[in-house]
């Protein structure tokens, strides 16, 4: 019987072991990116190649392009991955009768340190690649 109870406890402990390592383990894979901080610049990834700019600081943005100019407006920063997230813009079209209260909602990938991928549609028109400034 002392044998029994041996392997038992053994078991148990490896058990146990397993379970705090694949805690660790998810943890790890939980950490979140930083939302993209500073002034980014850079070009569309397609045939267009459009100047893309934006400013990220303290849940205010800036982003424009030769279609959009959205000037110092609220943003929020949701990480989805370890190496990025969602940047949301928030602005207000106004029209005669009416405020329009819209998003744009911005895919962020960290490529490098002063290196982000922007997608804000599908393709490459729809992508940037932008560098910090």
Not at 23 to 31: E, S, Y
Not at 33 to 53: D, I, M
Not at 65 to 82: E, F, H, I, K, M
Request: glycine share 10%; with cysteine.
């Amino acid at each position: 019987m002392p044998a029994d109870k041996s392997n038992r406890t053994r078991e148990l402990g490896v058990g146990a072991l397993m379970v705090v390592v694949l805690f660790a383990v998810t943890t790890l894979h939980a950490q979140s990116a930083n939302a993209p901080e500073g002034s980014w610049s850079g070009h569309t990834n397609g045939k267009a190649r459009v100047v893309v700019n934006l400013t990220v600081r303290s849940g205010l943005c800036a982003y424009s392009d030769p279609y959009v100019n959205l000037p110092g407006n609220r943003c929020s920063w949701q990480p989805t991955a370890s190496n990025g997230g969602i940047l949301t813009i928030f602005y207000e079209t106004y029209a005669p009768t009416q405020v329009f209260h819209n998003k744009l909602y911005l895919g962020i990938t960290w490529v490098t340190r002063d290196q982000i991928l922007a997608r804000a549609g599908p393709g490459d028109d729809g992508a940037a690649t932008l560098n910090r400034q």
